[in-house]
C-alpha cells in the first residue's frame, strides 16, 4: 500500500468551475500535509500547508485536513487555464522524512 | 535572489562512472534533501540533512551517497551510477526540518545512464 494516495487524473474541469483534488495517507502519525504545484518541466512549488483538522484557506485555494479519515483534499475556486498543473501531495510525520504522492494532473479547459 | 541551484541540468552518462551533482542554497537553511521523480511514482526522498555533518536515509538511498561539508552545498554522488537511475533530481532545502518549514526545490537535473 503506498503511504500517499492520489488519483493520477487526468481531472478535467471548464474555466471558472471548482477543481477538488484528494489525497490519503497511512501514516497516522503524520503531523503536517502540503500541496504542491508542478508545471510540465519545472520544480514543485508549494501552494498550501495545513497541520490542523478543518479547513485553510488561501485565495482561490482551501486546503482540507481530516485526520481520523486520513485524508486532505485541495479545492481550487474560479479555475483558470493557468491552474492546469500536476497536483502533488505530501506530509511530513515526526521525523524528516517527507512523503510524496504521485500526482493528481489537472487540466482547466478555456 | 533566494535560490537553490543544482549542476549539472542535464547530464547522459554511461554505467558505472562516477558522477556528482551539486546542490547549493543561499538562504542559510539548515534542512536540505534529494529527490529522484519517476512517472506514476513521484518524488521519492533519496537522502536528507539536518545540518552540516548530519544526514539520514530516506526511502531510496540505495545506490546514492551524500555528504554535508558545508551548510549551503550537499551534493548527491552516485559511485557506480546504473540504467535504474536514469531520473529527475530534484534538490531542495528548508530552514529547519520542523514539520511546518515550506521546501524550496531547485530547477532539477535530468540524469540519463546508458
Known amino acids: 500500500q503506498k503511504e500517499v494516495e492520489q488519483n493520477s487524473g487526468p481531472l478535467s474541469v471548464p474555466e471558472g468551475a471548482i477543481a477538488s483534488l484528494n489525497c490519503t495517507y497511512s501514516d497516522r502519525g503524520s503531523q503536517s500535509f502540503f500541496w504542491y504545484r508542478q508545471y510540465s518541466g519545472k520544480s514543485p512549488e508549494l501552494i498550501m500547508s495545513?497541520?490542523?483538522?478543518g479547513d485553510k484557506e488561501d485565495g482561490r485555494f482551501t486546503a482540507q485536513l481530516n485526520k481520523a479519515s486520513q485524508y486532505v483534499s485541495l479545492l481550487i475556486r474560479d479555475s483558470q487555464p493557468s491552474d492546469s498543473a500536476t497536483y502533488l501531495c505530501a506530509h511530513r510525520g515526526g521525523g524528516f522524512k517527507t512523503i510524496f504522492g504521485a500526482g493528481t494532473r489537472l487540466f482547466v479547459k478555456a | 535572489e533566494a535560490q537553490v541551484t543544482q549542476n549539472p541540468r542535464y547530464l547522459i552518462t554511461v554505467t558505472g562512472k562516477k558522477l556528482t551533482v551539486t546542490c547549493s542554497q543561499n538562504?542559510?537553511?539548515?534542512?536540505m534533501s534529494w529527490y529522484r521523480q519517476d512517472p506514476g511514482l513521484g518524488l521519492r526522498q533519496i537522502y536528507y540533512s539536518m545540518n552540516v555533518e548530519v544526514t539520514d536515509k530516506g526511502d531510496v538511498p540505495e545506490g546514492y551517497k551524500v555528504s554535508r561539508k558545508e551548510k549551503r552545498n550537499f551534493p548527491l554522488i552516485l559511485e557506480s551510477p546504473s540504467p535504474n537511475q536514469t531520473s529527475l533530481y530534484f534538490c531542495?532545502?528548508?530552514?529547519?526540518?520542523?514539520?511546518?518549514?515550506?521546501?524550496?526545490f531547485g530547477p532539477g537535473t535530468r540524469l540519463t545512464v546508458l
Open positions: 531542495a532545502s528548508s530552514a529547519t526540518g520542523g514539520a511546518s518549514n515550506e521546501q524550496f
Open positions: 538562504m542559510n537553511h539548515e534542512y
Open positions: 495545513i497541520y490542523s483538522n
